[in-house]
């Protein structure tokens, strides 16, 4: 299984940014994928998941501000974030889980800054 990130950048305090990660998993739509971020000098902190069978989970910060969802005919899992903040300023890993084995994005950066 393979994963592909893409759709970090630069943007300004209350922008938006959509994050796309493309598996290439046989199974995708089985499994449960979703969203990590890791700031400079942080741990890595779950940003949001969703389960083969749609149910989405989010970490308080980003509710109500970010949203997960997946595409299985594209084996795609996406991140939309709106009002993005300086904190949010982390490279986001995409994930992927299935069968007992989890598999890692290379992380895309994204920086919010004005």
């Known amino acids: 299984v393979q994963l592909q990130a893409s759709g970090g950048g630069l943007v300004q305090p209350g922008g938006s940014l959509r994050l796309s990660c493309a598996a290439s998993?046989?199974?995708?739509?089985?499994?449960?994928v979703g969203w990590y971020r890791q700031a400079p000098g942080k741990q890595r902190e779950l940003v949001a998941s969703?389960?083969?069978?749609?149910?989405?989970n989010y970490a308080g910060s980003v509710k109500g501000r970010f949203t997960i969802s997946r595409d299985n005919a594209k084996k795609t899992v996406f991140l939309q974030m709106n009002s993005l903040k300086p904190e949010d300023t982390a490279v986001y890993y995409c994930w992927l889980s299935n069968f007992g084995t989890t598999t890692w994005g290379q992380g895309t950066l994204v920086t919010v800054s004005s």
């Open positions: 969703i389960t083969s069978g749609g149910t989405t």
């Open positions: 998993a046989t199974f995708f739509s089985l499994a449960g």
